[in-house]
């Protein structure tokens, strides 16, 4: 009978099931996009080492099982290219990748296709979320983080610890404008109704709009456009699970990259203070709750200089 250490397994990456001598190995995916050159290895685990499935997680990543505990060295001698692939370019510190994952913390960072592929998308998500992942992986800590390029949220980021949602700050050239209406018709039909015609040229209603740069997609002259500097909105502490489920609410609106990084990894810090070391784990929205928004803000936003134009929720009631 083996004698396992079910919490060096764990933090390896490989996960205790419910079939006898078996185990499963979790293979991140940051920002959900893969070459196709990491295939082969991947398939190699699992046709000779596991029961010749991969599992997609619903965070993006690979599950694959069906592999005896026994081979977990040489599982982690394979996975090795797929980190030098996926997580050392984009330099995130793992000190061995022939050792495997050093953590199972910090789950991967999910991401929409974003504007290297979709017209809505307002960044690209991929790049962003290898930029985090580089920022706190790997750590212990549970944290999820979902980027999605815009508010149709495709990501689900609305349900992470947080979301990051692109914002297109639409800029309007009236020059170009030939009062077709198109993005005034499609803003009151698909978004939130926040453009009108006046005299001939469109006015925005900036209280309501959302910013999903939907009129920039819709407008056939180019009369909207997206700016080059790119802002956010951060939605956070939304969570699934057995206990008190709920959707993510507004941190910031019209934070910048730099800032979103900087936030989460002093979170970090602030679980470090507050979290119930007597659990197993506990996830950060809990902690939140327990000691109340404020106190989040308080550390989150430590030595931070936010854009100008950032908005932050003086509350946040969930």
């Keep these: 009978m083996l004698d396992l250490n079910t919490k060096k397994i764990k933090k390896n990456a490989f996960r205790i099931t419910k079939l006898r001598d078996k185990t ?12 196709a050159e990491i295939i082969p290895s991947l398939n190699k685990i699992a046709t000779e080492y596991g029961d010749g499935f991969l599992h997609i997680t619903s965070r993006q990543g690979f599950e694959i099982t069906g ?3 026994e081979h977990m060295d040489r599982i982690n001698e394979l996975i090795a290219p797929v980190i030098k692939t996926l997580e050392i370019p984009y330099e995130v510190e793992i000190e061995d990748p022939e050792r495997g994952y050093p953590s199972s913390g910090t789950r991967n960072i999910i991401a929409c296709i974003g504007n290297r592929i979709c017209p809505y998308a307002n960044y690209n998500t991929t790049e962003f979320a290898r930029e985090i992942e580089a920022a706190i992986f790997p750590h212990d800590h549970h944290f999820k983080v979902g980027a999605t390029g815009c508010p149709n949220d495709c990501a689900k980021v609305q349900l992470q610890d947080f979301g990051i949602i692109g914002m297109a700050g639409v800029q309007y050239d009236p020059y170009y404008c030939v009062g077709c209406e198109a993005c005034v018709k499609n803003c009151k039909k698909r978004v939130v109704d926040a453009l009108k015609m006046v005299d001939g040229k469109v006015v925005r209603n900036e209280e309501i709009c959302i910013e999903c740069g939907e009129c920039v997609v819709t407008c056939p002259m180019q009369a909207w456009t997206r700016k080059e500097e790119k802002r956010f909105k951060l939605v956070i502490m939304g969570r699934t699970g057995k206990k008190d489920p709920r959707l993510a609410k507004t941190f910031i609106e019209f934070v910048d990259q730099d800032s979103i990084v900087k936030i989460i990894k002093n979170t970090y810090d602030y679980v470090d203070e507050y979290i119930d070391t007597s659990l197993p784990k506990e996830h950060i929205g809990y902690i939140v709750d327990r000691t109340g928004y404020q106190e989040f803000k308080k550390w989150a936003l430590k030595d931070i ?7 932050v929720a003086e509350h946040i009631n969930w």
């Design 305 to 311: 200089n936010l854009p100008e134009e950032a908005i």
């Design 24 to 35: 499963s190995i979790r293979v991140r995916i940051p920002g959900g996009q893969i070459p």
């Design 67 to 69: 592999i005896d505990f």
